[in-house]
């Protein structure tokens, strides 16, 4: 299989957070009541969950889980309190259910810390390439 380069800020690049929130959306199963992505510089994913929970992905953070207060499709996702679950920037889908219940119970790596695992400048550092794998599942 050949490394496809996607440009940065085409349509296909927009989207491919999508792909990957669409995967953590289907392990959340019912607890999701609405989910987005939000603007770029970096690109961003809001999950509303039943209750007040909300999950917020960025790319060079990863998820984190807060109360929402504010934001949409054109405006960033605020959370009040927020904590950043860990486990990188694509922590595995079938992960992210269990990550939000040890969040809730302040256990496992929950921290208010903000991690910063890459800068949404480097376009060509092998992050895209790893969304692009769920291109590949999603398109097989």
Known sequence: MAVKHVEPYTEEWRHQPALYAGRVVEALGDEVRDWWQGPCDPRTVTIRLTGEDTLVWDEESGWRRGRYVS??????????DARYLGGGLLLRPERLPSAVVDARAGVGNSTAWRPCYRSYRHYRDG??????????????
């Open 71 to 80: 934001g949409d499709r054109d405006t960033r996702t605020v959370l009040a």
């Open 127 to 140: 992050f895209d390439l790893a969304l692009n794998g769920y291109v590949v599942y999603v398109g097989a």
